[in-house]
């Protein structure tokens, strides 16, 4: 059993930065990639940024160049670094572990952490 659990959100003025933060915990296990996500209200979730298991990323175009996703040595926490915000980025954001149990791969949660983008 894996826990994810994500923290740093809040309230920041357009032009602000924020990092977030998500760790996961529990027994042993092998990470394939991580992913934070993000749902605005009243639309549906997207991914925002990954990182794989070689450190591998990838951005929504929506974020490249603002936003940076990294991780600690382990691996077992992931950041996302978000710079010039813009109320646009107002959402609910989420971290996801997909984590190994061969032959599957399974997600693994957070609970989420709210950003809102306001002046």
């Known amino acids: 059993q894996v826990q994810v659990a994500e923290s740093g959100g809040g309230l920041v003025q357009p032009g602000g930065s924020l990092r977030l933060s998500c760790t996961a915990s529990?027994?042993?296990?092998?990470?394939?990639?991580v992913g934070w996500y993000r749902q605005p209200p009243e639309k549906e979730r997207e991914l925002v940024a990954i990182i794989t298991s070689v450190g591998n990323t990838d951005y929504a175009d929506s974020v490249k160049g603002r936003f940076t996703i990294s991780r600690d040595n382990p691996g077992s926490t992931v950041y996302l670094s978000m710079n010039s915000l813009k109320p646009e980025d107002t959402a609910v954001y989420y971290c996801?572990?997909?984590?190994?149990?061969?032959?599957?791969?399974?997600?693994?949660w957070g609970q989420g952490t709210q950003v809102t983008v306001s002046s």
């Open positions: 529990g027994s042993s296990f092998s990470i394939a990639a």
């Open positions: 996801a572990f997909d984590i190994r149990v061969p032959p599957r791969t399974y997600r693994n």
